[in-house]
């Protein structure tokens, strides 16, 4: 098996780690960052731009930057509240009651999954970079809470992305692992993630290496934007008493003063008071207006009980389920950003009586989770064992509208179970199967996964016909639900595709379309990688002919600098055409190659010059290094002769400065011998010898190129 990365894949930020020698390791993003912004976005050129580059244009280009995308992922339009669609791009409801994202700037709408892919591709790219290989597969982490639908678009995620998803794992058992993998200790430890939007609570038992879920819990639509968006409500309520303007309306103003509340609310984590300054925000009658004000923690405190209140129902859950009281708990694990926020940790200590564990980075735990799960995959790690459970019930709609329970929630997973359902008229012949996944005891009340019918059951008195159906769950918590009449042994077998926002064809569709979009975004960037390397070379071709007149004169190496001019200039000639879009780059690459070779004809020429005869300026720089070594010591002076020093030398080669060479008796030089004493400085006179020279003489920093 190749490698697999973790990837954390989060509401406001992700993450991607890998096992390497049995470590998990966290990898940088091309940005250099340890999580990247699970921001997706159009340039106005319809550049896909994700994580870094896709954040920075929220403000400027608000309709065409998606952030929060895992809030729609495998929900469909009637279960998204307010909070969720006050986003400042636009979501619409498609014909089939999906949720689609409309991009301005492609003329086209997403299923949220297909930009959520998007920041997959990019995770598994810049991890290949890393791993210097590319990768094909990957844990992929979900909220403990998501129900099927969602965690059946994160894997329709992965494959858009073009992964292989090995396995769908829950982000506090993932925490719970990072924890864990390498202690030998038995204890019993409550994860609490509160991200940017979602919340998961999970109960574990960790005994030397084998890690039991005992209960989940959650909230899948609360999180820390929940808080940024009291405080954007505290501040544009307070705008429009003030001036009538409601500044939510405005997309650009809503992004800004989202953007304002996140940075406030994180820096009430660490103060007591912070000012919230957005000049300009609107334009008034009387000219711009600004929002200059001062948010106290006590005062946001006020301004979200019943978002803590939200906290607390999940945690009683998942204790009361797990059957530990809280006083058996032995370590909470706090995971996501928002749990350092100083009221939710007052919140958990009063829910458990115990200091939260500090071991553990709640910004990278999930990933690092998700490695270590990938590394029990590939084997590479042994002796860790992990067993999961469901979230949520499952079963079926029976008779009167009622939920009939197959699995209840917590079940350990992998599980399959079965029941025998009959007909509720005679001669019915066929069944419709609905699958329903939640708490509720009424089936309208919760998530339908899908339904599908069981036909050809032959003519029976109602209640005779016996029809067995069964519900497996997989490992990833991901469900298969058959269906078999007794009698005629007839089966119906479905993977529940209710939720998902896309077909098994659109699915199809769009990977054949990334395929080729890949290969096409793959030779823009080699097309601008030839560009940019035809306009580097020429500012360096045109450094160096300055340097060669310099120093060999205008025509002292005449044959290879007027080479260089002549390619030089096929060079620039077809930047200019190719800019008006009218050049073959293949003609570029072949004047590009041209010119490189000039260059190198030039230095070699300027190089047996200088071993030949050290020219004037050499001289020149002797007289001021001897001048220079009676002022300051050897190393301050170093870089004037090292090569690196040269521009020509510094370029995409990493330079090595050759070794110290020990000082060696005078050489003759231009100054000191050979009839250059025009040059020599006036005023200056070389009391000793010139220092020693390293780099120039022993390496040939030209040669091997
Ligand atoms: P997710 O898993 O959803 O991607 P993260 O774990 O990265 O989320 O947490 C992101 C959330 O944490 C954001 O809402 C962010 O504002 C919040 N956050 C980060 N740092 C702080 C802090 N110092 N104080 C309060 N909230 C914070
Ligand atoms: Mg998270």
């Known amino acids: 098996m190749g490698r697999i990365v973790g990837i954390d894949l989060g509401t406001t930020n992700s993450v991607v780690a890998v096992l390497e020698g049995g470590r998990p390791q966290v990898i940088a993003s091309a940005e250099g960052g340890r999580t990247t912004p699970s921001v997706v976005g159009f340039s106005r050129e319809q550049e896909l ?51 689609r994202v409309v991009c301005p700037a492609t003329e086209r709408e997403y299923a949220p999954e297909e930009l959520v892919a998007s920041i997959l591709r990019k995770l598994v790219d810049d991890a290949g970079t890393y791993l210097g290989e590319p990768v094909e597969a990957a844990v992929i982490t979900v909220p403990a809470y998501f129900n099927d639908a969602q965690r059946q678009v994160t894997r329709d995620a992965g494959r858009l992305a073009g992964i292989r998803v090995e396995r769908i794992l829950n982000e506090p058992t993932a925490a719970a692992l990072a924890y864990g993998f390498d202690r030998s200790v038995v204890k019993r430890v409550l994860v609490f993630d509160l991200g940017g939007g979602t919340f998961d609570v999970s109960v574990l038992r960790i005994a030397n290496g084998v890690f039991d879920v005992k209960a989940t819990s959650g909230d899948t639509q609360l999180g820390g934007n929940d808080w940024d968006r009291r405080i954007v409500d505290w501040l544009a309520d307070a705008f429009q008493a003030d001036h009538g303007m409601d500044l939510r309306r405005d997309r650009q103003a809503l992004q800004r003063l989202t953007e304002a509340a996140e940075k406030a609310k994180q820096e009430l984590s660490g103060v007591q008071s912070t000012p919230i300054s957005l000049p300009f925000i609107a334009t008034g009658g009387d000219g711009p207006l600004h929002i200059e004000t001062t948010l106290e923690r006590r005062r946001f405190e006020g301004l979200c009980p019943d978002l803590l209140d939200r906290l607390l129902r999940p945690v009683q859950r998942a204790l009361r389920d797990s059957g530990f009281a809280a006083e058996d708990i032995d370590d909470v694990v706090l995971v996501g950003g928002s749990t350092r926020m100083p009221m939710v940790q007052e919140m958990v200590r009063t829910l458990v009586p115990l200091e939260p564990c500090q071991s553990v980075n709640p910004d990278e735990v999930v990933a690092i989770g998700a490695a270590v799960q990938a590394g029990i995959l590939t084997g590479e790690l042994r002796d860790l064992m992990l067993n999961d459970v469901t979230p949520l019930s499952l079963g079926l709609e029976t008779i009167g509208g009622v939920m009939k329970v197959l699995i209840p929630r917590n079940t350990p997973i992998p599980v399959r179970k079965s029941d025998l359902f009959s007909t509720s008229e005679a001669n019915q012949s066929s069944v419709e199967v609905q699958v329903l996944q939640g708490e509720r005891s009424m089936a309208s009340d919760n998530k339908s996964l899908g339904r599908f019918r069981l036909s050809g059951i032959p003519p029976a008195p109602r209640g005779v016909p016996q029809v067995q159906v069964s519900f497996d769950i997989d490992a990833n918590g991901l469900l298969q639900v058959s269906a078999t009449d007794r009698t005629t042994g007839r089966q119906q077998s479905v993977t529940i595709q209710g939720g998902s926002n896309l077909s098994e064809e659109d699915i199809a569709v769009l990977i054949a379309e990334a395929e080729q979009k890949a290969t096409e975004d793959r030779r823009k960037r080699a097309d601008i990688d030839r560009r940019n390397r035809a306009q580097t070379l020429v500012a360096q071709a045109e450094r160096r002919l300055r340097d060669a007149a310099l120093e060999v004169g205008p025509y002292g190496a005449e044959r290879q600098q007027r080479a260089v001019e002549l390619a030089l200039r096929d060079v620039q000639d077809l930047i200019a055409e190719e800019a008006r879009g009218s050049v073959d780059l293949a003609e570029l690459e072949l004047a590009v190659s041209q010119l490189q070779e000039a260059l190198y004809g030039l230095n070699r020429r300027l190089l047996s010059e200088r071993k030949a005869d050290q020219g004037p300026l050499q001289g020149l720089k002797n007289t001021l290094g001897s001048l220079k070594d009676e002022l300051f010591s050897d190393d301050e002076w170093d870089d004037w002769d090292r090569p690196s020093s040269d521009p020509w030398s510094t370029g995409s080669r990493r330079y090595t400065p050759p070794p110290y060479s020990a000082p060696r008796p005078l050489e003759p030089s231009g100054y000191q011998g050979s009839g250059s004493d025009r040059e020599r400085p006036r005023g200056v006179v070389s009391r000793r010898e010139p220092p020693p020279r390293r780099g120039w003489d022993e390496g040939d920093p030209w040669a091997e190129r």
């Open 49 to 99: 731009l994700v994580g870094q580059l896709a954040r920075r244009q929220l403000v400027l280009n608000p309709r065409n930057t998606f952030a929060n995308l895992k809030r729609f992922v495998g929900r469909s339009w009637d279960e998204l509240d307010e909070g969720s669609l006050s986003v400042p791009y636009t979501v619409r409801c498609n014909d089939a009651g999906n949720v």
